[in-house]
């Protein structure tokens, strides 16, 4: 493309709203000088192309063409509309790639995940829709970093080597220089290439030919636009013999750069790539959304991105499980730090509301939509009549309105007792946000203030109080699918109308903030908290005590001072037992305690051993007071305990939960054999100053990974010699799989291994957790095939595919990784399901030549599948056995 057409292009696409534009600043925006872009201008201008204005400056523009073709947008157009910080950089690389004849190197500046990659691709992109490059134009990638504590093999990859040029190469092998050939070649952390490197790129640049490393006879040329890209700065990173060669550098942004709008734009094009990939609706919270937008992403784009995958790979492992009914995201369920920006609040409401319509549930991404969907909070016309029919639907079980008033009127007074009248001295609002989740407290303040302003009266902190710990509990309710149910609803309504409309519109500012759908009879709770504050409280009871009672000098008073620390209250009562201390003396002080205490709402025993689980029977039958024991005690039990009683649980509600926390109270069988399995997979950490040392590690591992106990397991080892780490590595790999290794040096494995310098500082820890996670959902696939196959049990289909598939991993020395294993896992296991029903076969283009390719596969594979066909009476051809070769040759590439 000539000079004159570059610029007439340009002149064309920016002078598209009417309004003209100066030499100089079109000069400016090609990057060429201004008396060359003025002399193009007046030369088109006398050829009738374009028109000027008069006056000072001259504003250039194009003469309308109304035949002409209406110009096409690009992907680098689309980019700059929808992200309005990378106008500047769009119009760089516009001029970059335009530039004749072959366009300007460039060097693309931005710190780690701004989207360097990305856009060096979309200019590659853009060189092929404007015809610089062909449609079949290679874009190559090339990290430097990669390579960089070996300059040599670096050298060779991007420049070929001869034959003999070092030890190993054995071969003459093309470069990457020459793959990219006609295209672009693009080098990121360029910053990484050492000098000689830089040298010979630059030759490269000013003549376009090279060597390949050990030829001095040949010199080769090659046609390709180098586009690099680097976090550091490049003075002080880079020869300036090379900067100088690249007369284009670009810089990108970081995202707290680019704007909330920006954001929010890249949010819903992540989410809708994810519809596109998954082939399915996805929806997503409003809260989410606001989290997204708001929360701290240090590394930027790409974090972004990949935060989003991994929320959706998670909804949609939950939907294939039919833990939900479609793939939606909740932000209860986010990771900490992404929930974390909810509390930006009061920071970014005003922006919150101007990009999300606050009478909104959830936005709808699909694939196929070109505008946002989103669903509307449903509005029912008259809300009594939700009332009514819920009154209806209660009577329609032979429990008529009056009834329920008896029956339930005495329990639904209890419950406003309990969680406003029982309020007082002891929890102040520094203890509650170490009680209750600060997303509770921000949306209490908020209903306590609406309802203030409505009601026209100052609420009492009980009301506070309650609301808060009232709501805590509703939550957990939900949670667990447990219906609530009001049914002094219709009167609460028409004896209080004007509480129960308040209480109506914090229902809604609860499930808008929450991410949760709340019955209306919780409307009545509500209203009651309102109507009861004008009364004196009456004599409230007292809530559960806990008392802690273990053997040693100091262990029970240890952790029941942690857990008061912890929620801020001195509450939980530590009774010592120590070994020479006979359990009469101390049954003596505890019954002391008790009597002192007056407490008439009982006592949760948390006890280590002995004598003491028996000492619940002997208080409840001596003192007439109730008393629950949990037959072990560790601080994580005080804490829920005591965090429970403060709330005002009942003596039943706290045994249930606490007992939950280590699977003790009653259990079905099932669940009993579950407990008593070995861990299915093990994370193995190594040391060689001693099994202590190691066990530290699998301790600390264990207080930052989430991960189920009954299948995973984190096993300390320590090294003797290499040859006793092998064998102990193999003996626990005879028991469990092994996941990954920690260790301080190389083991000869194949088996991800992670230093105790990456565990410590914690960049270890994610990528574990994500091999956990993986692993879980994997695992689930069992459940999933139970529901989606036909003709066979789904469980004892993938049990036999996954032995099948662990057998020829271990014949073929091969691993597969963990998307891989999925898909033939998958599979094999719709094979079965499909050739149970009918024989139906189909067909693998050129058999038998890619049988004759990989003969050792194809015996291994054939041989070890017929357990399969044995068992389902089937017959799998060798079709199907080719399908399900691509698999493991795929992985072994």
């Not at 009597?595 to 006592?603: D, L, M, Q, T, Y």
């Not at 898909?823 to 693998?844: A, F, M, P, W």
Request: hydrophobic share 40%; proline share 3%.
């Amino acid at each position: 493309m000539k000079r004159i057409e570059l610029v007439f292009n340009k002149l064309k696409e920016l002078t598209r709203d009417g309004k003209g534009i100066d030499a100089k600043t079109l000069a400016e925006t090609l990057g060429l000088s201004r008396a060359n872009v003025s002399s193009d201008l007046n030369k088109l201008w006398s050829e009738g192309k374009v028109k000027k204005s008069e006056g000072r400056p001259v504003l250039f523009s194009v003469v309308e063409d109304e035949g002409a073709p209406e110009e096409f947008e690009t992907t680098l157009d689309r980019l700059i509309k929808e992200n309005k910080s990378l106008v500047t950089a769009g119009e760089q690389a516009k001029a970059a790639i335009l530039y004749p004849p072959k366009g300007m190197h460039t060097l693309i500046l931005g710190e780690t995940g701004v989207g360097k990659t990305m856009f060096a691709s979309i200019m590659h992109k853009y060189a092929i829709e404007m015809k610089k490059m062909k449609e079949d134009a290679p874009f190559i990638t090339f990290n430097c970093a990669d390579y960089a504590n070996n300059p040599q093999l670096l050298l060779s990859q991007l420049f070929g080597v001869k034959k003999g040029a070092y030890t190993g190469a054995d071969s003459d092998r093309p470069g990457l220089i020459e793959k990219a050939d006609g295209g672009i070649l693009f080098l990121d952390e360029v910053h990484r290439l050492p000098a000689e490197g830089q040298e010979m790129f630059f030759t490269f640049m000013d003549r376009g030919t090279f060597r390949r490393l050990g030829e001095t006879d040949v010199e080769r040329k090659a046609n390709v636009l180098i586009i690099s890209a680097t976090t550091e700065n490049p003075e002080s990173s880079l020869l300036r013999t090379f900067t100088r060669r690249i007369p284009m550098i670009i810089r990108i942004p970081s995202l707290s750069e680019r704007g909330m709008e920006e954001r929010f734009g890249l949010i819903k094009n992540f989410f809708r790539e994810e519809s596109y990939r998954l082939d399915r609706e996805i929806m997503v919270s409003v809260n989410s959304m606001r989290a997204l937008l708001s929360y701290n992403c240090p590394n930027n784009v790409g974090q972004l991105k990949a935060d989003i995958q991994l929320l959706c790979a998670r909804a949609y492992a939950d939907f294939l499980t039919h833990k939900k009914e479609s793939v939606r995201i909740n932000s209860s369920e986010l990771p900490n730090y992404i929930k974390e920006g909810l509390l930006k609040e009061i920071e970014h409401r005003q922006i919150w509301n101007r990009l999300i319509d606050i009478n909104s549930r959830y936005f709808i991404f699909n694939k196929e939509q070109d505008k946002l969907v989103l669903q509307h909070i449903d509005e029912e016309d008259n809300i009594y009549e939700m009332i009514d029919s819920r009154v209806s639907e209660l009577m329609s079980r032979g429990v008529t309105g009056e009834e329920l008033e008896k029956t339930m009127q005495k329990d639904i007074e209890g419950y406003f007792t309990r969680y406003l009248h029982r309020v007082n001295d002891r929890i102040d609002k520094s203890t509650l946000k170490n009680v209750i989740d600060p997303l509770i407290l921000n949306i209490v303040d908020e209903i306590v203030k609406y309802s203030e302003k409505e009601l026209d009266k100052v609420l009492s902190s009980r009301v506070y109080f309650g609301i808060a710990l009232h709501l805590e509990t509703t939550i957990e309710r939900i949670r667990r699918n447990k219906k609530i149910i009001n049914p002094q609803l219709n009167k609460i309504r028409t004896e209080h109308p004007k509480e129960f409309a308040v209480a109506i519109e914090c229902l809604k500012m609860i499930e808008s903030a929450l991410d949760i759908s709340l019955p209306i009879d919780e409307a009545g709770f509500l209203a009651m908290f309102f109507v009861l504050d004008d009364e004196e409280p009456k004599s409230p009871r007292s809530n559960v005590g806990i008392i802690i009672m273990a053997h040693g000098n100091s262990t029970a008073t240890s952790m029941a001072e942690v857990a008061n620390t912890l929620l801020g209250a001195k509450y939980a009562v530590g009774i010592n037992a120590p070994l020479d201390k006979s359990p009469q003396d101390v049954l003596n002080e505890l019954k002391e305690y008790i009597k002192e205490s007056a407490n008439s709402s009982g006592f949760l025993f948390l006890v280590d051993m002995g004598s003491l689980t028996a000492f619940g029977k002997i208080i409840e039958e001596e003192l007439n007071v109730p008393v629950k024991v949990v037959p072990l005690v560790s601080t994580l039990h005080v804490i829920e305990a005591t965090r429970k009683a403060m709330m005002g649980s009942n003596l039943e509600d706290i045994y249930i939960d606490v007992a939950g926390i280590s699977g003790y109270g009653d259990e079905d069988e099932n669940s009993q054999e579950r407990h008593q399995e070995k861990p299915r997979f093990a994370i193995v950490t190594v040391c060689t100053t001693g099994e202590g040392s190691a066990t530290a590690i699998k301790n600390f591992l264990q207080g930052h990974l989430k991960f189920d106990s009954r299948i995973f397991e984190v096993i300390p080892v320590n090294l003797v010699g290499k040859e006793d780490i092998k064998a102990r590595l193999h003996a626990i790999s005879m028991e469990r799989e092994i996941l990954c290794i920690i260790s301080p040096f190389n083991i000869d494995v194949k088996l991800p291994r992670f230093s105790l310098e990456e565990v410590l500082n914690l960049k270890a820890v994610k990528k574990i957790q994500n091999i956990i996670d993986t692993q879980t959902t994997y695992l689930k696939m069992g459940d999933t095939l139970k529901y989606m196959l036909k003709n066979v049990d789904g469980l004892k289909v993938y049990k036999d595919v996954r032995d099948f598939v662990m057998a020829i991993e271990s014949k073929l020395n091969v691993k597969m990784d963990m998307d891989r294993l999925i898909g033939v896992t998958l599979h094999i296991s719709y094979v079965i399901d499909r050739l149970v029903q009918d024989n139906v076969k189909i067909e693998y283009i050129d058999k038998e030549a890619y049988i004759r390719q990989h003969e050792d596969m194809y015996r291994v594979i054939r041989s070890e599948i017929r357990s399969l066909e044995k068992k389902y009476d089937i017959s799998i051809s060798d079709d199907e056995v080719c399908y399900i070769m691509n698999f493991f040759l795929q992985d072994n590439t």
